[in-house]
């Protein structure tokens, strides 16, 4: 591999021992939350339901959403869902994406530079926050005391664009994926002892009020924080957001391994053949899934 390919390798997440797959929300207002995110995000409906609809990319879901009109609001304040970030495969689809939601006046709530990656924030209808992202080449990524280095600086929003090349975004690109679970939580220790001493993720950074964990090298397929969620009790299903998510794993036995470790912590909700689900403190639904 030449210097140049080096330098601009992207992280392989399909490689890492743990990933995110497919995530659930239940909401109340299942055509106007399906409608937001195939016209801002340009996913296509893969499957649907009675009262259920699956999008993601042509070939592979991302997003189950669930129709559930009795329940109340999410609270903002709650444990549960800080946002689901999704990876686009390259910078030049995330500028693509950017001049998108600008053309379409689609209102954004930020966007960073976090030396990883540079990200763009927005929230659905119904509040459930939404990251849309790109990694940086690994070759920028910096470590500090056994920690990956990540930031907050203001995202060059001018030189993103300019990366587009003067493309349209028509949909989201094959190769899309959800990147991250970001979980507001009401402690950190207790986030970590799920995260890392249950399912077996690395603390790759500590924030203020925040916890990143990732495997195989990446900066993070998790991240829980308390910013707005600090003391906050597990979870109730009286309310719209979060209903869980999969955690997709490489192998058998590290599937195994973290079932018994749920199941010794009173973590194990169920098991079957292939899959395992199991609650954090906060009553997320985690499916665990080769």
């Not at 659930?24 to 801002?40: E, I, T």
């Not at 009795?70 to 001049?99: E, I, K, Q």
């Not at 080449?137 to 907050?152: C, D, F, H, K, L």
């Amino acid at each position: 591999m030449t210097t140049t390919q080096l330098e601009s390798k992207k992280f392989d997440l399909a490689l890492a021992p743990i990933r995110i797959g497919r995530v659930r929300l239940n909401v109340r207002d299942l055509p106007l939350v399906s409608g937001f995110y195939q016209d801002a995000l340009g996913f296509v409906e893969t499957d649907s339901g009675v009262d259920t609809v699956t999008l993601g990319t042509a070939d592979t879901p991302l997003l189950e959403l669930v129709r559930k009109p009795v329940l109340a609001p999410r609270d903002p304040r709650s444990a549960g869902l800080f946002h689901t970030a999704f990876l686009l495969p390259d910078r030049s689809d995330l500028g693509r994406w950017l001049a998108h939601v600008h053309a379409h006046h689609i209102p954004l709530q930020g966007a960073s530079d976090h030396i990883v990656s540079e990200a763009i924030y927005l929230a659905d209808p119904e509040g459930n926050g939404i990251e849309v992202y790109a990694d940086r080449p690994v070759s920028n990524w910096q470590s500090r005391n056994g920690e990956i280095v990540m930031a907050t600086e203001p995202l060059d929003i001018r030189d993103l664009m300019h990366s587009a090349s003067g493309e349209v975004w028509n949909s989201a690109p094959t190769g899309t994926i959800v990147g991250h679970m970001h979980l507001q939580v009401g402690d950190t220790v207790m986030a970590e002892q799920f995260w890392n001493g249950i399912m077996g993720l690395d603390v790759t950074n500590r924030y203020p009020g925040a916890t990143f964990f990732g495997a195989g090298g990446y900066h993070h397929q998790i991240a829980a924080n308390t910013w707005n969620s600090r003391g906050a009790a597990a979870r109730t299903e009286e309310r719209t957001g979060l209903a869980g998510f999969e955690v997709l794993v490489s192998d058998s036995e590290h599937r195994d391994a973290i079932a018994s470790r749920a199941a010794v912590a009173g973590r194990l909700v169920s098991r079957t053949a292939n899959t395992v689900i199991i609650s954090d403190p906060w009553n997320n639904r985690v499916t665990v899934k080769m």
